[in-house]
């Protein structure tokens, strides 16, 4: 199988956020879909070992934040290349929040959506939500963010590889899983969090 072809299937950029009792988190997720009408549903795939994913397993209610062409790689960084285990992503921050009083992007998203899970499967790596809408809004004219769009225009490019120095293995910028060898295969797929060999960076020796 030529897993290159699913490199070819659509995917957005959303902040997903939840809050179970005090707790509360978001982290940045590119699966996101409408999958039914009369009630309308969605349906979100989250890391199982996001914190955000255990959250949402405990407390059932989410927002999801269609972010747009204006968000800055520094916000993505910010929500999605940290743990809220060690970190409070949302404890400082002026973000408006929903009528369940859970968190959504105040900036550089051009939508949100309420969601309360009505099934979920565990999928090993990922666990698929099932949603019924229960709120949305309008929040800008601007254009939604792609997945292809981020890594093409938002994502910084890799600097050049130095030359005296030998690459010994290669570091997933998502999730930090390490893959030893000096050749990291193009087909490549991150077993933690799913992401392709182009989000890997060269660990030097």
Not at 61 to 80: A, C, M, R
Request: aromatic share 10%.
């Amino acid at each position: 199988m030529d897993k290159k072809a699913l490199y070819s299937l659509s995917y957005g950029v959303f902040l997903l956020a939840t809050k179970s009792g005090e707790k509360a988190n978001a982290c940045i997720t590119n699966t996101g879909i409408q999958v039914a009408n009369d009630p309308t549903r969605i349906a979100i795939s989250v890391i199982n070992s996001n914190y955000t994913c255990e959250l949402l397993k405990e407390s059932g209610v989410f927002t999801l934040s269609l972010l747009d062409q204006s968000v800055s790689f520094d916000t993505i960084k910010y929500f999605g290349m940290q743990s809220g285990r060690t970190v409070d992503k949302l404890g400082d921050l002026p973000l408006p929040e929903d009528a369940r009083g859970i968190p959504y992007m105040g900036w550089g998203a051009c939508a949100y959506i309420s969601g309360k899970v009505v099934s979920s499967q565990d999928l090993g790596s990922h666990t698929l939500f099932i949603a019924e809408v229960v709120d949305a809004a309008v929040l800008s004219d601007k254009e939604p963010l792609t997945y292809a769009y981020y890594q093409s225009d938002i994502k910084p490019k890799p600097a050049a590889k130095p030359t005296e120095k030998k690459i010994v293995g290669w570091r997933c910028t998502i999730c930090n899983h390490v893959y030893e060898g000096a050749e990291l295969p193009a087909d490549y797929t991150c077993p933690l969090c799913g992401h392709p060999a182009e989000d890997f960076e060269p660990i030097y020796g």
